[in-house]
């Protein structure tokens, strides 16, 4: 009886980058980027946050006073702790560095789990170092939600408008013009839900000026959004010198948003504080994202609008009005940021100053390209530069020994990171920033 051996298969050819690298099935090339920096995070990792981490034991406290049931803190040994999530970061650099030797990209799991484990290894190592090696970490999650809340409305409303083809640098001065519009407007009214509508018509008319200049005349949109910021800066600040302040009582004192606890819910530890104890204005955040997501990705005025953006000239063909299309899109962005800018002056704090926002619109541009211009990811993007913007004051107060310099530049430090795309490459709609001439 004989035996046919069949010869062995050829193996499928790996398709070729522009530079005879392997490329992806959607044609990207496989890139050293990603492999090269985690394996930098992870060699920083294990030196600081493993050999060279406190030796002492860093308690996070998971429940709070208002919760209706009690967790015990949980206590971790602050080397040990290191010294294994540094070693499973490790783990997973080298096997990013595995996948690109065979010409496969790093999967996003492994970069979110890898983040993940960083950011919890860092926040053991901050701890367990303090002269009072102790945090609340509902309280932790909790801030840092707070604090994100003004850069969701923001980046939300750089997703309505770069969806459409248009780039929104003058978040910032929407966010401002919304804030001042609802501090003087809530004093006035002695009603701060007037000065929520308010701040949404303020932000609405600064996009408005937007849309005109950049998609009515073709004015460069980069600079329009910047003289927009420059201009709201300089007006309330005017208005603020010369109004407010002469008369604090009658234009500078709005009352505020009261947090709304909803019974039981509220109670449940670390997820009751972040979902059911909020201002108006933070349920309205959780709401925003849904509804955008929902428009977006699930309507057919969502996907007109990615059809606006991503080429405009189809869409035109198909009988869409693309300019029309893009002057809505700018204004329901800006009436969002408005309505994030009411949080200053309306749940934050009870009045307006100068330069309230602080640079905040730029921040949101970068959760926007953090997020991939996807309003879910936009979100989880801002809570992560809410996140270390309130571990900084947090930890100045344990009494930590890394320098308060660094922690405050936290912030900025990752803004910079996500911005120079070291957190994996993003791509804008195609059409973002290029105005359309019909014909």
Known sequence: MSTTVSPPRAGKPQPEGPAGGPVTLSGKPVTWKTPVMLSALALVALVFFGFMGPRQTASFGISTGSDFFQLPALQVDAFVAGLVLATIMAGLAAYSVYLKTKGRPTPGWAAIVFTVLFVAAFLIWVVGGARTPNISLAGLIAGSLTLAVPLVFGSLSGVLCERVGVVNIAIEGQLLGGAFTAAIVATVTQNPFIGLLAAAVAGALVSMVLAVFSIKYLVN??????????????????LFSTVMQADKAKFNAPPGLEVIAI???????????????QSLVGYLMYVAV??????LFKTRWGLRVRAVGEHPQAADTLGINVNLTRFWNVTLGGAVAGIGGSFFTLVAIDSFTKEISGGRGFIALAALIFGRWNPIGAFFA??????ADNL????????????????????????????????GRSRGPAASGIPYVKG
């Open 382 to 387: 801002a809570l992560l530069f809410g996140f």
């Open 290 to 295: 849904i509804a955008v997501w929902i428009g």
């Open 263 to 277: 019974p039981v819910l509220s109670g449940i530890p670390i997820i009751g504080p972040i979902l059911f104890r």
């Open 221 to 238: 949109q980069i600079i329009v959004g910047v003289v927009l910021n420059v201009l709201v800066s300089g007006v309330t600040g005017f």
């Open 392 to 423: 900084q004051s947090i930890v100045t107060i344990i009494g930590t020994p890394v320098p308060s310099q660094f922690m405050a530049m936290l912030p900025y430090l990752v803004t910079v990171l996500a911005v120079a795309g070291l957190v």
